[in-house]
């Protein structure tokens, strides 16, 4: 404790005051877990109201559960199932470019993967092809 020079202890009491005030401290730790009981409460009566369902809601990423809109409209999709098909959608393309196969798009070619293909070309260079010749004008 920081004390003037002419500090006089009281010992009337037998021990020396203490610098903190009970009272004001136990009123500022009452009012502090007062308002935290009244935010969490106040936040779940928000939550009720706000969220259809609830609490008693559950998410279900399934696809079969969800509710989707009319026919003609546009099917629309969750983070989780979006998530999904573009790590199957990457895990189909890196298939394709690391594997040998007969390419879809040409009927009659072969397709090989890519690492094989650039040293391929790194070492044969681009096959050279005639330029078509332009057009007459039809007039």
Request: net charge neutral.
């Amino acid at each position: 404790m920081h004390h003037t020079e002419n500090y006089e202890p009281d010992v009337s009491r037998g021990h020396e005051a203490g610098d903190i005030r009970l009272k004001p401290l136990l009123w500022s730790i009452i009012g502090f877990f007062a308002f935290t009981i009244a935010s969490i409460l106040v936040t779940i009566a928000v939550f009720e109201v706000m969220v259809p369902g609830g609490f008693s809601s559950q998410f279900q990423p399934d696809v079969a559960n969800r509710r989707l809109p009319p026919e003609p409209l546009p099917r629309l999709q969750s983070n989780f199932t979006a998530k999904k098909d573009m790590a199957d959608l990457r895990r189909r393309e890196r298939q394709i470019l690391e594997s040998y196969g007969s390419s879809e798009a040409a009927p009659g070619k072969v397709r090989v993967p890519l690492d094989t293909a650039l040293e391929v070309v790194s070492k044969q260079g681009l096959p050279r092809w005639d330029a078509p010749k332009p057009q007459e004008a039809v007039r």
